[in-house]
């Protein structure tokens, strides 16, 4: 019999599975839930982007691209940034197409850390960080960011965790899970502190367009930082298009060479429909893009109203798609309180502290869901807070 407890890698081991898949596997099994827990759109990809994916299948593309990825999608998608950020990126040797920002994630950490590096990860923040840079040898310093400061990372905070093993920063604005958008002005401070630091910038764009209020501002844009970026971005939430598994990366032709090596080896290349797909989807997507994004904002309104008429303070997103209100005044911990409310009110949430120890006492609700099913679940959540215990009610009434 072989003994995998003592063959299986140590560091693998020590890795919590995602928290947010452990408690969908329980939501998977009950019946009549109102789910606000999965971060994807609930829309379909729009039409003329599938048809662009099968009318290519038509044609016969069902090969290897290049490593890199088509030529063609990463002239394009250095044309969209220069268009709407003016950083400009030479497709042939700055941008690497990748599965996913998941696995650019990967790449990226991969490609620069060695063992013992530190890496700055301000949270509450998207579950892959804290995991990847340890599977890439690296040590995760969180930076936790707090509700009175709109969960916006500061330089200074970010300065006080620097030590002489500090080599990169991860930016993830508009973040999830807690909708918070960052100002140009205050990633310009963190851009003071960057460079007197040497750092590398990891920055996670994929909310760009799900900007609801002011203008995105790209990381690598700012004077002096796009050479020791490295952007990404994707596919899976602007153009509803998570299954088909697309993102890149773009940054300084040294550090994409060293993420196209581990990338050649691994994945070889993106698939080639899903490339297609996403050329359309730059292409001529705007529009739906546009539409998906105000209904978004719709409904952001709605869940913020509904949020605070029935007393679950919550800070306003301002961008992806996801509340982060508080649950602190009832006395329940983010898990129990994500428990009882899937148990007793049949509606999914995800319980903040997988998003980071300081998620903890805030659920993440995604309104990337229908306006009858957000109605219904703010109806049964204000339900479910009434019947708690009334101590909890009198606390919750005067906070
Ligand atoms: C901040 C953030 N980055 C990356 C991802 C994963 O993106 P992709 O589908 O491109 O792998 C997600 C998915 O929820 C996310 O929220």
Redesign the pocket.
């Known amino acids: 019999m072989i003994n995998w407890t003592a063959k299986l890698s140590p560091t693998v081991k020590n890795i919590p599975p995602s928290g947010i898949r452990r408690f969908f596997d329980l939501v998977s099994e009950m019946k009549g839930i109102v789910s606000l827990g999965v971060?994807?759109p609930d829309f379909v990809t729009p039409w003329h982007i599938r048809e662009a994916s099968i009318y290519s299948l038509e044609k016969g593309y069902t090969m290897y691209t290049s490593n890199w990825g088509l030529l063609e999608l990463r002239e394009e998608i250095a044309r969209y940034l220069n268009n709407t950020y003016r950083v400009k990126y030479e497709p042939r040797t700055d941008i690497l197409v990748t599965?996913?920002?998941?696995?650019?994630?990967d790449l990226a950490l991969r490609a620069v850390l060695v063992p013992g590096d530190e890496v700055l990860i301000p949270e509450p923040?998207?579950v892959?960080y804290s995991p990847c840079t340890s599977l890439a040898g690296g040590i995760p310093v969180s930076v936790p960011t707090t509700m009175e400061n709109g969960f916006r990372v500061k330089a200074s905070e970010i300065e006080e965790k620097i030590t002489p093993r500090t080599k990169a920063l991860i930016l993830?604005y508009p973040?999830?899970p807690t909708g918070a958008t960052i100002s140009g002005e205050e990633l310009m401070e963190i851009a003071k502190v960057v460079k007197k630091h040497d750092l590398i910038v990891i920055s996670?764009e994929?909310?760009d367009h799900l900007t609801y209020e002011g203008k995105h501002t790209c990381f690598a844009a700012l004077p002096a930082m796009k050479n020791r970026t490295v952007l990404?971005n994707?596919?899976?939430?602007a153009y509803a298009m998570?299954g088909w598994?697309?993102?890149y990366a773009c940054g300084h032709p040294e550090v994409i060479s060293h993420m196209t090596k581990i990338h050649q080896y691994t994945m070889l290349c993106a698939p080639v429909m899903a490339q297609m797909a996403a050329l359309e989807a730059l292409q001529n997507g705007a529009e739906e893009m546009s539409r998906m994004v105000a209904e978004y904002d719709r409904r952001r309104r709605l869940v913020l109203k509904g949020f605070r008429e029935i007393g679950l303070p919550c800070f306003e997103p301002k961008g992806?798609f996801y509340a982060f209100p508080s649950i602190e005044h009832t006395g329940l911990s983010s898990d129990e309180f994500a428990e009882r409310l899937l148990m007793e009110a049949k509606v999914a949430v995800v319980p903040g502290n997988v998003f980071g120890a300081n998620g903890e006492g805030h659920v993440r609700c995604s309104y990337a869901a229908s306006v009858e099913s957000i109605t219904e679940a703010i109806e049964r959540i204000g339900r479910f807070l009434k019947q708690l215990p009334t101590d909890i009610q009198e606390t919750a009434a005067n906070g």
Do not use: H, P, Q
Request: proline residues 0%; contains cysteine; negative net charge.
């Open positions: 971060g994807e599965v996913g920002v998941s696995e650019a994630m923040c998207y892959s993830s973040n999830n996670d994929i909310y990404l994707g596919f899976s939430k998570t598994r697309l993102g992806a």
